[in-house]
T-cell receptor, first 110, second 116 residues
Framework: SQTIHQWPATLVQPVGSPLSLECTVEGTSNPNLYWYRQAAGRGLQLLFYSVGIGQISSEVPQNLSASRPQDRQFILSSKKLLLSDSGFYLCAWSSYYEQYFGPGTRLTVT | DQQVKQNSPSLSVQEGRISILNCDYT??????FLWYKKYPAEGPTFLIS?????DKNEDGRFTVFLNKSAKHLSLHIVPSQPGDSAVYFC???????????????FGKGTHLIIQP
């Protein structure tokens, strides 16, 4: 069966510091991978998706970036965090339309 | 622009009764809809889906109804149980690009509270 891992689970970072969140998927090959963010009191917003190694599509302009160095690894990064980057970050993989989410990372920018 | 809308931020239902969660959408090209359940500090869990060629899909206690003319869908949970207390999100493929590879667009969610 497929499993999806995210780390760290929680993170507190000062404004202006860098960010690296990692997501890995097991039990499937060449998955479509996604990063979503849930800000306080809001729904899930798609940030990036990837259909293969090195292929990244961005949905919203922001100071975040994503990379896919390996088939089952998806990384979310920032060079300098903003207060508005605080939120709950979720990685997902898809099987047709259904998407399956990881446990999430709670990021607080102070 | 919110293409999928959940206008009720919260809903309180007594245990054993029916819970009805509503969702409206604006894009008539949407051909697939999904419901997710989310507990605090956890990732959403896929619950049930429906294709636009159907008007009903049932899975155990969960039934989703689709009214294409009204651009409305609803999730019925019966009977409601304490473990159903969670936030429920309605979602649709972001673009009708086949297979949903482009990701999903979500409503803002409805917090369902099941009272004993």
């Amino acid at each position: 069966s497929q499993t999806i891992h995210q780390w760290p689970a929680t993170l507190v970072q000062p404004v202006g510091s860098p960010l690296s969140l990692e997501c890995t998927v097991e039990g499937t090959s060449n998955p479509n991978l996604y990063w979503y963010r849930q800000a306080a009191g809001r729904g899930l917003q798609l940030l990036f998706y990837s259909v293969g190694i090195g292929q990244i599509s961005s949905e919203v302009p922001q100071n975040l970036s994503a990379s896919r160095p390996q088939d089952r690894q998806f990384i979310l990064s920032s060079k300098k965090l903003l207060l508005s980057d605080s939120g709950f970050y979720l990685c997902a993989w898809s099987s047709y339309y259904e998407q399956y989410f990881g446990p999430g990372t709670r990021l607080t920018v102070t | 622009d919110q293409q999928v809308k959940q206008n009720s931020p919260s809903l309180s239902v007594q245990e054993g009764r029916i819970s009805i969660l509503n969702c409206d959408y604006t894009n008539s090209m949407f051909d697939y809809f999904l419901w997710y359940k989310k507990y605090p500090a956890e990732g959403p869990t896929f619950l049930i889906s429906i294709s636009s060629i159907k008007d009903k899909n049932e899975d155990g206690r969960f039934t989703v109804f689709l009214n294409k003319s009204a651009k409305h869908l609803s999730l019925h949970i019966v009977p409601s149980q304490p473990g159903d207390s969670a936030v429920y999100f309605c979602a649709a493929p972001l673009r009708n690009s086949g297979g949903g590879a482009d990701g999903l667009t979500f409503g803002k969610g409805t917090h369902l509270i099941i009272q004993p």
